[in-house]
C-alpha cells in the first residue's frame, strides 16, 4: 500500500512569493490534515479537510489556505510568504478513528 | 486547551540500555493517546497508540501505558539500538469527535551509541 505523498520535497521561494505544496493521501482515505514544523515552534495543527470541504483550521493567517480534490489529494496555498513561514510541512491522511499517517514533508525555504 | 508534556531532550544513552521518555497530558475529554518517531528528513512515523485508560500500546520493542489517574503515557523500551536514534513525539487526538486534531509535545530526541 502506497503511503501519504508530498510534493515537491523541497521549495526555495522569496519573500512575497506564493507558494503551493501537494498531498496524495492514502488510497481509501478521505481526510487530509496539514501541519507545520517551525523550528521552535514545534508541531502544530494548520488545516483538515475531509471530503472535499475545509472542516477546521489552527491559528494561522489567511494567507495560509488550501483545498481537497473529489480524488481526496490536497494543497496548501500559503500567498504572501513571509521568513517565518520557513518550516517543515506535513501531511496526513485519515479515515474514520484510524491514527492520521503522515508523509515525509514539504520543507519550505524562503529567502 | 489540550496540551502534551515531553521531557526535554537528547537522551542520550549506550545501545542496549533502558529507554523511557515521559510523556504527562492535559485533556478536557477522552483522548487516544500516540507515540510518533521521526528520522532524520522523514515524517512522522506512527509508533503505537492507546485509546482509553489501561490500554497499552506496543509495537517494535516499544511500550506505552494510557494512565487516566497520572495523565501519562510514558514510552519504554527494555533494550535501545543504535538505529533507534530518533526524536519522539507524545500526542493526543480526540477520535471519537470526527475532528483528530493531533496536539504534539516538543519532541524528545534519543541519541543512542554503539
Known amino acids: 500500500e502506497a503511503g501519504v505523498t508530498q510534493s515537491p520535497t523541497h521549495l526555495i521561494k522569496t519573500r512575497g512569493q506564493q507558494a503551493t505544496l501537494r498531498c496524495s493521501p492514502i488510497s481509501g482515505h478521505t481526510s487530509v490534515y496539514w501541519y507545520q514544523q517551525a523550528l521552535g515552534l514545534g508541531l502544530q495543527f494548520l488545516l483538515w479537510y475531509d471530503e472535499g470541504e475545509e472542516r477546521n483550521r489552527g491559528n494561522f493567517p489567511p494567507r495560509f489556505s488550501g483545498r481537497q480534490f473529489p480524488n481526496y489529494s490536497s494543497e496548501l496555498n500559503v500567498n504572501a510568504l513571509e521568513l517565518e513561514d520557513s518550516a517543515l510541512y506535513l501531511c496526513?491522511?485519515?479515515?474514520?478513528?484510524?491514527?492520521?499517517?503522515f508523509g515525509d514533508g514539504t520543507r519550505l525555504s524562503i529567502l | 486547551g489540550d496540551s502534551v508534556t515531553q521531557m526535554e531532550g537528547p537522551v542520550t544513552l549506550s545501545e542496549e540500555a533502558f529507554l523511557t521518555i515521559n510523556c504527562t497530558y492535559t485533556?478536557?475529554?477522552?483522548?487516544?493517546l500516540f507515540w510518533y518517531v521521526q528520522y532524520p528528513g522523514e515524517g512522522l512515523q506512527l509508533l503505537l497508540k492507546a485509546t482509553k485508560a489501561d490500554d497499552k500500546g506496543s509495537n517494535k520493542g516499544f511500550e506505552a501505558t494510557y494512565r487516566k489517574e497520572t495523565t501519562s503515557f510514558h514510552l519504554e523500551k527494555g533494550s535501545v539500538q543504535v538505529s533507534d536514534s530518533a526524536v519522539y513525539f507524545c500526542?493526543?487526538?480526540?477520535?471519537?469527535?470526527?475532528?483528530?486534531?493531533?496536539?504534539f509535545g516538543t519532541g524528545t530526541r534519543l541519541l543512542v551509541s554503539p
Open positions: 500526542a493526543l487526538a480526540e477520535l471519537n469527535t470526527g475532528f483528530q486534531k493531533l496536539v
Open positions: 496526513a491522511s485519515t479515515r474514520g478513528e484510524q491514527p492520521q499517517h
Open positions: 485533556a478536557t475529554g477522552y483522548p487516544s
